[in-house]
Every structure is written in structure tokens, then in C-alpha cells.
């Protein structure tokens, strides 16, 4: 029954990503071996290759889901306001990558750590990663910036670096930084930035 069989690949596939997201967590990308994955899956290792060419190919897969999802809240919120003139719009737009970061870390590091170790990945990232950066340089437009893509580049790294430090380094230097101080310390720092004031 070819429905049947769709349905199996597709539970298939979901415990793979599944048990991928608990061992990158777990143990890191770099240390993951794709039977790692089927075990923790509890698939045979060869089912692995009847969805994915590679750990790389399903860490893209991962990435897609993530923004799907980001997406879906994006055309949903009605608080979602896309001009950063306004603080609270910033706020908005922090405040969810904040949430996307914490609820996806095992995926962030792992996408960083393929990066950093493979050039041709972190091109293809950096490729997947393009419509997000020129949506947020739409954003920052508005603020009547010059350069708003490299404006939106910078901003992203600092969101980028500042939550990886709280969330994941724990850098003792910003110890006892509650989730949503971080996010006003950002809001802050970028509304100032972009309005100039």
C-alpha cells in the first residue's frame, strides 16, 4: 500500500531528525556518526540513506524545519510589526530569535560547528541563511539606514553572538542575566544603533 509506505517514511524521517536534535545535543555535532543517530533512532543505519545523502543533508533538512516554523509564527502573530523605527518591533524581532535560538540550540551549534569545519557548507549556509539577512535588511530599511544589508549582518551577529554567550558559553561576564534583560539589553543596543539616538 503506497499510502502505507509514505506514512512509514515520513515516521521514518521524523525520528531520525528526532534523535539527531538528542545526540547533537548530547554529544555535539562533530562527535555524531550517523549510526549515532539510527541507534538513538532505532532505525536500521541504512534507513538513514533513504532520506538523507549525509549528516550535512540532514542538518540542512533540520535548518529548513526551524525556519518553517519561524515562518509560520511570523504570518501568524499579529503583534509581528516589520518597521524598526519602532522599539517594540525590534523588541518583537529579538525576543523571537531569542526563543528560536533556546528552543533549536542543539541544531545552532551544530550548524556553526559544520560551518567551521567545512567551506563548502558554510557557503551553502550562508546561501540558506540569505533571505532571512535581506528580511531583516527590508526591516532596517525603514529606519532609513544606509547599507542596510550590511547593517542587518552586523545586527544579527551581535543578536547572534551576545545570545550565544548567555545561552551556551555562560560567560561568567554576563552571569545572572535574566532571558528577558538580555532581550532589552539587545533592543536597546540595536535601537540605539539604527535610530542614533
Known sequence: MPGNRKAKAAE???ALKAAARRVFDRIGYLNT????????AGRAAGSFYNHFASKEELLESLLADMRAASDQI??????HD??????EAI???IAQYWRFFRANQSVVIALQQAALVDQRFADRLSTLLEPDLRDLA????QAGVAEP???????SSMWHQFTYALLVDRNPLVEGITDDEA??????LTHRGLSGK
Open 12 to 14: 521514518t524521517e521524523a
Open 33 to 40: 556518526k550517523i549510526t549515532d543517530i539510527t541507534a538513538e
Open 74 to 79: 511570523v504570518e501568524t502573530d499579529s503583534t
Open 82 to 87: 516589520p518597521d524598526f523605527t519602532n522599539r
Open 91 to 93: 523588541r518583537w524581532h
Open 138 to 141: 527590508d526591516h532596517i530599511r
Open 149 to 155: 544589508v550590511a547593517v542587518a549582518f552586523a545586527v
Open 183 to 188: 532581550i532589552e539589553l539587545l533592543t536597546d
